[in-house]
């Protein structure tokens, strides 16, 4: 089955040069009035801030570090600790492993304040290392050093019981002045008040994104972080508290009714400091810089809860109007770029697959559908940037991305000569193959039935992770418009296969399965669910057709 694609030698033979034009310039003023839209900076109701009281540290490690993880050097501490003076006079760190030992001398030039941590774990000679680097920091400076934390969320991870953390903490307060405390979220502290009678000071985590399932709005992440922090108080009375980790992620998964983003992180950072002045906290906002790092283990979220990026600006102002979507604006231009080199390679030259040169009737719809399709892409390929954490997710990712930029641009040939292809089914496509007469660039047909099918199969793998796995990872749903939309362009896909229709039966079983593990609630799961049906119901009806006939 060959099905040409007919577009014109050059504009100018169409006679349609102005057409094509005006309906260029009007999509790319369309694109660019979008992402204006999107980037516009909003005013926010939570006063402005000058500085933190304090941010975690830790330097911005790579995605994926293969062997050995190469200690920090004294000048990345010194250029991170810079840009950190600018918006805080104290640093929380987690180990002195790894070169990070240095942070309390280098903080200390800068005038920071320091929140030392011992990483602890199951290895006790490794725990043994820690302590004696903590207090040996703590006492060689005493002005720059504020608290020693023992420890970071131990108990939740099950790496030691409360006696054993409570003999760690007694031994250490017997070797040094500085105030010794360990880190937990809220709820452990009110199970153990042995522990809490054993440290100095109560250091407590409270991240609403992770504990608060009830949350719709920023405003009830405050509230509930105000609740549970008046709750570890009313359980002992007259002791000190620092609240050691809360922030509020700029990118990710939501989790409810809530989704992170620059906008929230900036809203909840901003009004977390307004609370604390009235309420008078100590607290250490999470975090300094974003940890890609961490994206392997706990998703895109995982990553994104710094304030500054890798490179030390500021992902939002802490006082003034913020934009949401910074980067918008370029997203549109470069979309503007890249549709415009769609068009000129459309309508200057393209050949009928018998070498025939045939006019363009309509190009003045390519042109107008360019832009925005180039922008889907530019979008496409933002997300995959931050929503990549594990080993397996690139190639879906990346197969995902190549197919659209496929379909996009058999949608955009389709649409110039104002002909719908028929897509053929993947037994075809592959059948197809390995018949000699085969001509594998010019059959447009199984050439966009591959793409399709590529996208299927990468959007039902997608599905399956978000059910059996769906903690960390974010729905895709950009990576999947394309598909969505080709039926615009084209007529119908020709007679499908039985694995075509297996695809149908799989993205419908993770539409339903997202909703339920998400709820109602949660828009992004909203969009996910509705995008693998518009993906599905096409194969399962057309299954449904062909068996009828």
Known sequence: MEIPIRISPSL?????????????LMAVSLVLVLQGWRGEVRVLTEPDITRLDCVSYAHPGDLFEWGTKPPI????????????????????????????????????????????????????????????RVV?????????????????????????????????????????????TTAEIWSFWLRHPDLAQAVDLLTVHVLPYWDGEEIRNITDAMSFSVAVIGKVAAAYPGKPILIGEIGWPSTGRARGAVAPGILEQARFARGIAALAAEHGWAYNLIEGYDQPWKRRSEGTVGGAWGL?????T?????????????????????????????????????????????????????????????????????????????????????????????????????????QRTIA????????????????????????????????????????????LDPRYRDFAVILLVLPVLAPLAFRREGRLGAEDYALGALLLFGAAGSLLLSGFTNTQALLWAGTLMLLALPLLLSYQGQRRR
């Open 12 to 24: 100018a033979s169409s006679g349609r040069v102005g057409c094509v034009v005006l309906a260029f």
């Open 73 to 132: 050097s004294a000048p990345q501490i010194e250029s991170e600790l810079a840009a950190l003076a600018k918006i805080t006079g104290c640093v929380r760190i987690y180990s002195t492993g790894d070169g990070q030992d240095m942070v309390v001398q280098v903080a200390a030039k800068f005038g920071l304040k320091v929140i030392l941590g011992a990483w602890l774990s199951r290895d006790p000679d490794d725990n043994r290392d820690e302590i004696e």
């Open 136 to 180: 040996t920091l703590a006492n060689a400076y005493p002005q720059a050093v504020r608290t020693i934390v023992l420890g970071n969320e131990t108990l939740l991870r099950r790496e030691m019981s409360a006696g054993e953390l409570i003999a760690i903490v007694r031994d250490a307060k017997t070797r040094t002045r500085v105030p010794i």
């Open 308 to 312: 500054l990026h890798a490179d030390g």
């Open 314 to 418: 500021p992902k939002a102002p802490l006082a003034g109007p913020i934009s949401p979507y910074p980067d918008a604006l370029w997203h549109g231009l470069l979309a503007a770029l890249l549709g415009g080199i769609g068009v000129g390679l459309i309508c200057r030259r393209c050949r009928h697959p018998h070498g025939a040169v045939v006019a363009c009737p309509t190009p003045w719809r390519a042109a107008l559908a360019a832009p925005l399709l180039a922008l889907l892409l530019v979008e496409q390929a933002e997300f995959s940037g931050h929503a990549v954490a594990h080993w397996h997710e690139p190639p879906l990712h990346l197969m995902a991305w190549l197919a659209s930029a496929g379909i996009a641009w058999e949608m955009l040939q389709a649409l110039a000569i104002g």
């Open 424 to 467: 053929m089914s993947t037994a075809a496509l592959f059948a197809s193959t390995l018949t000699p007469s085969y001509e594998r660039r010019r059959d447009t047909g199984i050439l966009f039935g591959g793409m399709l099918f590529a996208l299927r199969f990468s959007a039902a793998c997608l599905a399956l992770g978000q059910v």
